[in-house]
């Protein structure tokens, strides 16, 4: 018998541990950290920019291959290695979320462990269809 959760992946954007890029439950979508890794290579940018417009399209790309859109996004935490650079986050946000009145939450946290070369992650909940 199949279980209630289906692992999600996103081609060309892989984890180093044995885990999906994420998980649908019933009709929820939960990730696990959202590279800003090229899945035409296999690697990040070293220009945190580049990696933060990545981390947006493998975030859509995921939530595609899940069945669903941006639209389903309920919150978004962000997860930069220095959170002063806000800014380079908010340039792929606002032109996905350009309405301020229909955008998921987000929350932004400083995060210093990153594997090599990582400068930011995405987290998304997400409620499909």
């Excluded at 019933?26 to 890794?37: A, C, K, T, V, W």
């Excluded at 995921?62 to 941006?70: I, M, P, S």
């Excluded at 800014?87 to 210093?112: C, G, I, K, S």
């Amino acid at each position: 018998m199949p279980g209630k959760r289906r692992s999600v992946h996103v081609d060309g954007v892989e984890h180093g541990a044995p885990i999906p890029m994420g998980a649908v439950v019933g009709n929820m979508l939960f990730s696990s950290g959202i590279g800003g890794i090229d899945p035409a290579n296999g690697i990040a940018p070293t220009d945190l920019g580049e990696q933060c417009e990545l981390a947006f399209t493998n975030m859509e790309k995921l939530l595609e291959n899940a069945g669903g859109t941006v639209e389903d996004i309920g919150v978004i935490k962000v997860y930069l290695k220095d959170r002063s650079q806000r800014d380079a986050v908010n340039r792929p946000w606002l032109r996905m979320f350009p309405d301020e009145n229909d955008r998921p939450a987000r929350h932004t946290v400083q995060y210093d462990s990153f594997p090599p070369g990582i400068l930011v992650q995405l987290e998304i909940i997400a409620v499909l269809g």
